[in-house]
């Protein structure tokens, strides 16, 4: 799961403790392999789920789509870089970038 979701395995599991903890997934170990394990949608995830947005759709989406990972993570360093150059932060986060 974490290979999936491109994040650390001991974050994928602290994460996967928070769901249990809330009651909306359900965790059960394989009867062959002790290590492996299974997760299971709580109605209550379910519920959630529901109101989770569909995947971005559009011209932006389906290009970056088509874009090798070297080009993704050169984009990725530029636009950092980019975003250090405007100073962006968690305040200036609703300043808009550009008028007429």
Known sequence: MSKLMDIHQ??????????????????????????SVQFHL?????????KVPGPFTGVLPFALSQLNSEVLKRLDLDLSKLLELIDSDEENAQIPLGGK
């Open 10 to 35: 001991t974050t994928a599991s602290n994460l996967i403790k928070s769901l249990v903890k809330i009651e909306t997934v359900q965790i059960k170990k394989n009867e062959v392999d002790k290590r």
């Open 42 to 50: 709580l109605p209550k995830g379910m519920q959630i789920l529901e």
